[in-house]
């Protein structure tokens, strides 16, 4: 009986062997992720938006407010319809 309680004892030290020692471990998630950051400290502060610098936004906002907001143009394609699928059109069989 007293081998039953002996034996889990015995085994745990052969359960240390599983854990993860190597020090590159997840290596690979980390310069994944490294490939994918253009720039880890950007420094915003002072710098102007691509693109202007809000006035247009602020008078979109402006116009939203005063409810003169200006229609979208209306968008135009080059293309035809497109033809369909499959089937005979029904023919005599």
């Known amino acids: 009986m007293r081998a039953l309680y002996?034996?889990?004892?015995?085994?745990?030290?052969?359960?240390a062997g599983c854990t993860?020692?190597?020090?590159?471990?997840g290596g690979a998630v980390r310069s994944n992720y490294a490939m994918q950051v253009i720039d880890p400290d950007p420094h915003y502060e002072g710098t102007l938006?691509?693109?202007?610098?809000?006035?247009?936004?602020?008078?979109?906002?402006?116009?939203?407010?005063?409810d003169k907001v200006k229609k979208p143009q209306s968008i135009r394609t080059t293309s035809g319809t497109g033809g369909g699928g499959g089937g005979s059109g029904g023919g005599a069989n």
Do not use: C, I, M
């Open 6 to 15: 002996l034996a889990p004892a015995l085994l745990l030290p052969l359960l």
């Open 20 to 25: 993860a020692n190597d020090p590159t471990f």
């Open 49 to 66: 938006v691509e693109g202007g610098d809000g006035q247009r936004s602020a008078a979109a906002v402006e116009r939203y407010r005063t």
